[in-house]
């Protein structure tokens, strides 16, 4: 299964992979369109973004949240209604949602955003599916 792993103490905040991300996504360089975010945390760099762990797919209550072939996990605009459920249920707060958009966004793996990332925090991961079901999830992305 791909998705975007990260190395939280290798962001230098330079905030190059939100540009990409808003820029590949809706066409705007605007931060706050971005689907991964950088933050701090007690002064260290902390990097938000979707793990694809599927937690959001159960709570849809249109079914607009699926997985695809890959392992990604993916909103179907065409079916969401918008009513935002899936970014409070998020336990990492990695759904996002914009007022200029009716429904909701994510991290699709594009890897846009580590191909700009200078330092190597941000890169594309694979791990298998049945390793994800068996353990628990803070084993799996706190590698």
């Given at each position: 299964m791909?998705?975007?792993?990260?190395?939280?103490?290798k962001?230098?905040q330079?905030?190059a992979?939100?540009?990409?991300?808003?820029?590949?996504y809706?066409?705007?360089n605007?931060?706050n369109k971005s689907?991964?975010?950088?933050?701090?945390?007690?002064?260290m760099p902390?990097?938000n973004v979707c793990?694809q762990?599927?937690e959001?797919?159960d709570?849809?209550p249109?079914?607009?949240?699926t997985?695809?072939k890959?392992?990604?996990?993916?909103?179907?605009?065409?079916?969401?209604?918008?009513?935002f459920m899936?970014?409070?249920?998020c336990?990492?707060?990695?759904m996002?949602?914009?007022?200029?958009?009716?429904?909701p966004f994510?991290?699709?793996?594009?890897?846009?955003?580590?191909k700009v990332c200078?330092?190597g925090?941000?890169?594309?991961?694979?791990?298998?599916d049945?390793?994800a079901?068996?353990?628990?999830?803070?084993?799996i992305f706190n590698k």
């Amino acid at each position: 299964m791909r998705y975007l792993a990260k190395e939280d103490s290798k962001c230098i905040q330079c905030k190059a992979c939100e540009e990409i991300c808003s820029t590949t996504y809706f066409k705007v360089n605007d931060r706050n369109k971005s689907c991964i975010q950088i933050n701090e945390k007690d002064g260290m760099p902390e990097i938000n973004v979707c793990d694809q762990c599927g937690e959001c797919i159960d709570i849809c209550p249109v079914m607009a949240i699926t997985r695809d072939k890959k392992g990604i996990v993916r909103i179907n605009k065409k079916i969401c209604v918008g009513c935002f459920m899936c970014v409070g249920f998020c336990s990492k707060l990695s759904m996002r949602q914009h007022d200029d958009h009716i429904e909701p966004f994510k991290c699709i793996a594009c890897d846009m955003c580590s191909k700009v990332c200078p330092t190597g925090a941000i890169y594309i991961s694979e791990r298998d599916d049945s390793e994800a079901l068996e353990m628990p999830l803070e084993k799996i992305f706190n590698k």
